[in-house]
């Protein structure tokens, strides 16, 4: 579950899919049960989690700079 945890958290700072296309991706079979385990790990839902924002992502060619 930390690991999935980890990969949704990864795809909400993207900001280039839905939590509904996220859940689908991830084969969880809807978005209720996506945003309750993550805000069991998280302790808020994926919405709020991405509103908040998370660490800043850089784009891989401006990673060695």
């Known amino acids: 579950m930390l690991h999935k ?4 958290k990864e795809l909400l700072q993207y900001k ?3 939590v509904s296309e996220i859940a689908n991706r991830l084969g969880y079979r809807s978005v209720q049960h996506l945003s309750a385990q993550f805000k069991e ?4 839902t994926p919405s709020r989690y991405r509103n908040q924002g998370g660490p800043a992502r850089k784009p891989i060619n401006l990673l060695n700079t």
């Not at 945890?5 to 949704?8: A, G, K, L, Q, S």
């Open 5 to 8: 945890t980890d990969r949704i």
């Open 16 to 18: 280039e899919q839905s």
């Open 41 to 44: 790990v998280m302790g808020v």
